[in-house]
């Protein structure tokens, strides 16, 4: 069994958090986003470099949410990668409400070529309700499932 020390890796790892996802992008790449931290809710992005053992914060662009790139600050959301975009959907944030939003990052890894980036979805046809404490599955069809909606 592997076990990590500090001296692993260089950078500044994410505070101790609940309610969060961790992602694999790419071959090298461990993206945090969001959580729960002393009840504040977050809308930060940590990732982990594999190969370089680097633990990094990215500046992103794209579109803007409560004034801030990127989704609203939330917890008890579900993460998921398809060719090497990360997609978010739904969580709670301050205050209580139940989101039901779609967000992609792309550009976190360097075969893209690009500033990573937020961009908000809207798709077309019947959304998936709002809802926190879900899952969500890949296999060809994305498949979310339970949790609590409205």
């Known amino acids: 069994m592997f076990r990590a020390s500090s001296s692993d890796f260089t950078g500044t790892p994410p505070q101790?958090?609940?309610?969060?996802t961790a992602v694999?992008?790419?071959?090298?790449?461990?993206?945090?986003f969001g959580g729960l931290v002393d009840k504040k809710f977050l809308n930060?992005?940590?990732v982990y470099d594999t190969e370089n053992k680097?633990?990094?914060?990215p500046e992103?662009?794209?579109s803007v949410s409560e004034g801030k790139v990127g989704p609203t600050p939330r917890a008890f959301h579900v993460a998921i990668t398809?060719?090497?975009h990360m997609f978010i959907f739904g969580g709670r944030g301050g205050g209580g409400p139940i989101m039901g939003n779609l967000w992609a990052l792309k550009g976190l890894i360097d075969e893209e070529r690009e500033t990573p980036g937020w961009t908000q979805l809207k798709l077309?046809?019947?959304?998936?309700s709002?809802?926190?404490g879900h899952t969500v599955t890949s296999g060809g069809h994305t498949v979310t499932s339970g949790g609590h909606y409205v």
């Open 16 to 20: 101790p958090r609940s309610g969060h």
């Open 24 to 32: 694999n992008v790419g071959k090298s790449m461990v993206v945090v």
């Open 44 to 46: 930060d992005i940590i």
């Open 54 to 57: 680097l633990w990094f914060e």
């Open 60 to 62: 992103c662009t794209g």
């Open 82 to 84: 398809i060719d090497c």
């Open 124 to 128: 077309p046809g019947q959304a998936a």
């Open 130 to 132: 709002s809802r926190c």
